[in-house]
């Protein structure tokens, strides 16, 4: 078992906390991801977790082991790194097994390990190479293997990829889910990058100044998100926000009027909120369809398969995508429409969701 559990767990520097009375459990073979904006706490978060960071308050057990006060060694963990942090001097093979021989594995074990984990990430024609001779994409899977040989209980990455261009950074997220799969770890990744949460992560941790602002899966997060924040900071193209108000059982922002489905929304008569409309719940409807947006086309952004159409909407822009962006031209007039089952309404004040938990 390599369940993780941090009860309480607070991280201050002098008299500015950063972590303030976190908890957060991670089930044993379980992929989380720690995603949010710089300086939000998630890299502190998995540094107390390896014990690279002292705990200020709290606990932390892995395996129903307290571990908070172990050293990192004696944790069961390995921990891949932004930088690569390999010997320029040694050879690929003697990165990856370094470890090993420093706590006097025999030869004919390391050996194994060696050809078991070269094979896995593709390195078996590198191992006597150096790193300088050695792309970005390599060498981190060499600092991969030098974790994965040690067959620890828990992977911990920190912002692995972020040095990668991004061709690499899609093979190499295929990769560690991959891995992840095949040695059955539990695993926590550190991100910034909501692409890369949302493609690997079985539940994702969103993390806002020190403190969990959502949890779940990949799907929870981008349909029902919790406060404005999730909605904003999760999906690409970003949300569109709109002030408004309801009235009469429809949401209105401007010339925009969207039905409400009975019972979906904890709304009152008059109540004023902010909607939330994501680009790629939207698509271009007929000018007279119901709730039927009415705009002109300012920029298109070709994705290939689909493209991102901006369109001012009472003096003010908003995106939608769709498959047909290219029948359009800047300065066209346009009508989009979004369902209002995709229509999110937030709190004004608190910038929490107003959707019903039945709904």
């Known amino acids: 078992m390599a369940n993780i559990s941090c009860t309480g767990i607070t991280k201050s520097y002098g008299a500015h906390p950063v972590i303030d009375g976190l908890d957060l459990t991670v089930a044993d073979h379980e992929f989380v991801v720690f995603l949010g904006p710089s300086g939000c706490g998630k890299s502190t978060m998995l540094r107390m977790i390896a014990g690279l960071e002292e705990v200020t308050a709290g606990r932390i057990t892995i395996g129903g082991t307290d571990v908070t006060d172990l050293h990192p060694g004696a944790r069961g963990v390995a921990m891949v790194f932004q930088s690569y942090a390999l010997y320029p001097h040694m050879t690929v093979a003697d990165n990856i097994t370094f470890g090993l021989r420093r706590l006097g594995v025999p030869k004919d074990e390391v050996a194994r390990r060696l050809r078991d984990v070269a094979a896995m990430l593709g390195l078996d024609a590198l191992l006597d190479r150096k790193p300088k001779n050695m792309s970005g994409g390599q ?3 060499v600092a991969m293997a030098r974790a994965m040989i040690k067959t620890p209980k828990v992977f911990l990455f920190d912002e692995p990829l972020s040095n990668l261009d991004a061709k690499l950074r899609e093979k190499l997220r295929t990769e560690i889910r991959k891995m992840h799969n ?19 992560a079985d539940r994702i941790v969103l993390m806002r100044a020190g403190a969990i602002e959502q949890q779940g899966t990949p799907d929870e997060i981008f349909d029902r998100p919790a406060t404005r924040f999730v909605a904003d900071f999760i999906g690409s193209p970003t949300m569109n926000f709109r002030m408004g108000i309801i009235r009469n059982g429809v949401a209105e922002a401007g010339s925009i009027r969207i039905p409400l489905p009975p019972g979906r929304f904890a709304v009152a008569e008059g109540q004023e909120v902010e909607l939330g409309l994501r680009p790629a719940r939207m698509g271009l409807v007929a000018g007279d369809a119901p709730g039927a947006i009415h705009g002109r086309v300012v920029l298109i952004e070709n994705m290939g398969a689909e493209g991102q159409v901006i369109a001012e909407v009472n003096g003010a822009e908003m995106s939608f995508v769709t498959k047909e962006f290219r029948r359009l031209a800047p300065g066209d007039a346009v009508s989009f429409a979004l369902s209002p089952d995709h229509l999110h309404i937030f709190d004004r004040a608190s910038g929490r969701s107003l959707l019903n938990k039945d709904a």
């Open 182 to 200: 095949a040695l059955k770890t539990t695993t926590i990744f550190v991100t910034h990058d909501q692409l890369e949460a949302m493609t690997i």
């Open 139 to 141: 060498q981190q899977r």
